[in-house]
T-cell receptor
Framework: GAVVSQHPSWVICKSGTSVKIECRSL??????MFWYRQFPKQSLMLMATSNEGSKATYEQGVEKDKFLINHASLTLSTLTVTSAHPEDSSFYICSARGGSGREGPTDTQYFGPGTRLTVL | GQNIDQPTEMTATEGAIVQINCTYQ??????LFWYQQHAGEAPTFLSY??LDGLEEKGRFSSFLSRSKGYSYLLLKELQMKDSASYLC??????????WGAGTKLIIKP
């Protein structure tokens, strides 16, 4: 239980293009979804928190016009990296919270498998 | 400020026991999570503690002392597949997880 999928698992794109990443909670309704970025050998960095039907809350230093987040339903959130540049190359991971009665408490974040973005 | 302190790297032998310590400082506290993260993969949930004491779950146990801002993860009967990073993540007053760099555990035969 508490399965979160992410698509695509990896993507290579040219500089200046936009990339959309989907995050879905498959067997529970997620009240909140989170988007993280992780560079090699570094800790998870929270980019934004989103609740279904409302605007995402972005962490300091994260450009909301560059990283567009849409949380259209209780099971789907998308992150669009607009006008991607090589410095945006990273491992992007989503997590979903709200799976009560699963392995952990309601506040447990369950992670998707991640999307490795390479911008040429 | 908020911070987490864990050893950067530990090495242990297959079949042995290892304890990964974590000290933390947060603005408020709503429990502490341990996650496992294999190289190139996303974290997976291991355990949650909100009250002082030991929570046992198969080969893995997690301990919490709120007054000391301290937790540990105990791994028994180590297997090669346990080679991974282990992330201690306390939850602050806003129910946000605070992430450190984790402890990279290397298991040797």
């Amino acid at each position: 239980g508490a399965v979160v999928s992410q698509h695509p698992s990896w993507v290579i794109c040219k500089s200046g293009t936009s990339v959309k990443i989907e995050c879905r909670s498959l067997d529970f309704q997620a009240t909140t979804m989170f988007w993280y970025r992780q560079f090699p050998k570094q800790s998870l960095m929270l980019m934004a928190t989103s609740n279904e039907g409302s605007k995402a809350t972005y962490e300091q230093g994260v450009e909301k016009d560059k990283f567009l987040i849409n949380h259209a339903s209780l099971t789907l959130s998308t992150l669009t990296v607009t006008s991607a540049h090589p410095e945006d190359s990273s491992f992007y991971i989503c997590s979903a919270r709200g799976g009560s009665g699963r392995e952990g408490p309601t506040d447990t974040q369950y992670f998707g498998p991640g999307t490795r973005l390479t911008v040429l | 400020g908020q911070n987490i302190d864990q050893p950067t790297e530990m090495t242990a032998t297959e079949g042995a026991i290892v304890q990964i310590n974590c000290t933390y400082q947060t603005s408020g506290f709503n429990g502490l999570f341990w996650y496992q993260q294999h190289a190139g993969e996303a974290p997976t949930f291991l355990s949650y503690n909100v009250l002082d004491g030991l929570e046992e779950k198969g080969r893995f146990s997690s301990f919490l002392s709120r007054s000391k801002g301290y937790s540990y993860l105990l791994l028994k009967e180590l297997q090669m597949k346990d080679s991974a990073s282990y992330l201690c993540a306390p939850m602050d007053s806003n129910y946000q997880l605070i992430w450190g760099a984790g402890t990279k555990l290397i298991i040797k035969p």
